[in-house]
């Protein structure tokens, strides 16, 4: 496809299950990024990819985030034992390469609600 | 550490009114700043960026210039359109993979 697609758009789920979201970059872009973006917060940057490795994972909230991405292409973010907090919209992005002001393309988002 | 702060929101506008939407940053060494925007039921996308003091990133009417005295970045439009409505994120990276974003400022115009 043309843009950063990302599925499901809205997972909802209850609390204690573990959720899978999905994110295909644009061909070509070997840099993959996620966020989350809660009610009324900015974007909270979680992780990157660089090619299939990611060398921080310092900003994944708890050790219940994982991510992964093969092929250098597609990326999963997988929530174990989902808590209500997180409950938010779970963007991703992509860009070329991991370089200064590299403009980065969004996806339109998975929307997580845990009841 | 690094960090960006911009006006709460929402700003409220009649259509061709003057826009500004301010933006401050605090980062170590030289950062790039965007203005990224989303429009209802889209992700985000770049709207202008600017990668070294005094540079002026435009794009669709809108302008920013980075002030580095005032380590500033504010977005401004003379005249905003009912189109224009969105939610604008001001965000900076100061090379490497982690961009740090604003909250976002959410824009009404009214016709």
């Known amino acids: 496809g043309a843009g950063v697609s990302q599925s499901p758009s809205n997972k909802v789920t209850e609390k204690g299950k573990d959720v899978e979201l999905r994110c295909d970059p644009i061909?070509?872009?070997?840099?993959l990024y996620w966020y989350r973006q809660s009610l009324g917060q900015g974007l909270e940057f979680l992780i990157y990819?660089?090619?299939?490795?990611?060398?921080?994972k310092s900003g994944l909230p708890s050790d219940r985030f994982s991510a992964e991405r093969t092929g250098g292409s597609v990326s999963t973010l997988t929530i174990q034992r989902t808590q209500q907090e997180d409950s938010a919209v779970y963007l991703c992005?992509?860009?070329?390469?991991?370089?200064?002001?590299?403009?980065?393309?969004f996806g339109p988002g998975t929307r997580l609600t845990v009841l | 550490g690094n960090s960006v702060t911009q006006m709460e929101g929402p700003v409220t506008l009649s259509e061709e009114a003057f826009l500004t939407i301010n933006c401050t940053y605090t980062a170590t060494g030289y950062p790039s700043l965007f203005w990224y925007v989303q429009y209802p039921g889209e992700g985000l996308q770049l709207l202008l960026k600017a990668t070294k003091a005094d540079d002026k990133g435009s794009n669709k009417g809108f302008e920013a210039t980075y002030r580095k005295e005032t380590t500033s970045f504010h977005l401004e439009k003379g005249s905003v359109q009912v189109s224009d409505s969105a939610v604008y994120f001001c965000?900076?990276?100061?090379?490497?993979?982690?961009?740090?974003f604003g909250a976002g400022t959410r824009l009404f115009v009214k016709a």
């Open positions: 061909s070509g872009h070997t840099a």
């Open positions: 992005a992509s860009s070329l390469a991991v370089q200064r002001a590299n403009e980065q393309f």
């Open positions: 965000a900076l990276d100061t090379g490497g993979f982690k961009t740090i």
């Open positions: 990819f660089q090619g299939n490795s990611a060398p921080d």
